[in-house]
């Protein structure tokens, strides 16, 4: 397959980006051009996503057979991408947030259970909803918290650094909470996974390291 990848060069896209190109996917990366590609003739495209007109400049005329939206935050990030690739693609991944659900004690979480309303993922739920009947063949992804290697995100490093530093660490609550993570090349694994598979479409999953 010829993909699509928004973003690619940070965390989660590097490793996908591995991954897909390994097997044999012809990988064109979309971001601002502000770090190399994470494999050598991986070709990327500059632009600015939040600049819609800029968008479909670089994008309306180039032919993909997936997409996948790793950094789309609000639906205002990923509707203009979906509505250019309506009808083109045969595969649309999204990358949402486990982060969606609304607080409960029946843990753990599974993919329909009710979503928070004041969540700061807020956005990603309104993207699901619009892909739910944008005609698009999409899949939405919801990890957990994610850790490894070039994590952008202090997690694993602020334990860490207490440990290092031979300091305590905090437990929230009574300490018998359990919080699941995720690591990165696992995730990106998944996401391989549910491409071209037609029995994922229209479906969402949650994804996690184990318990």
Known sequence: MRILMMGGTRFIGVYLTKILAAQ??????????NKPAPVSGVKQIQGDRTNVE???????????????????RELSDTKPLAEIFKGRVQHFVYMSSAGVYLKSDQMPHIEGDA???????????????????SGLPWTSIRPTYIYGPQ????????????????RPIPIPGNGMHFTQL???????????????????????YNVSGDR
């Open 182 to 204: 995720g690591h990165c090349q696992d995730l990106a694994k998944a996401m391989a996974a549910v491409l071209g598979n037609e029995r994922t479409r229209g479906q969402i």
């Open 151 to 166: 994590n952008y995100n202090d997690l694993e490093a602020w334990f860490f650094d207490r440990i290092a530093r031979d």
């Open 115 to 133: 979503t928070d309303p004041k969540s700061r993922h807020l956005g990603k739920c309104e993207t699901e909803t619009y892909l739910a009947t």
């Open 54 to 72: 800029q968008l479909k400049e670089k994008l309306s005329t180039v032919e993909f057979d997936a997409v996948f939206d790793n950094n789309g």
């Open 24 to 33: 044999g996917h012809e990988v064109v990366l979309f971001n601002r051009g």
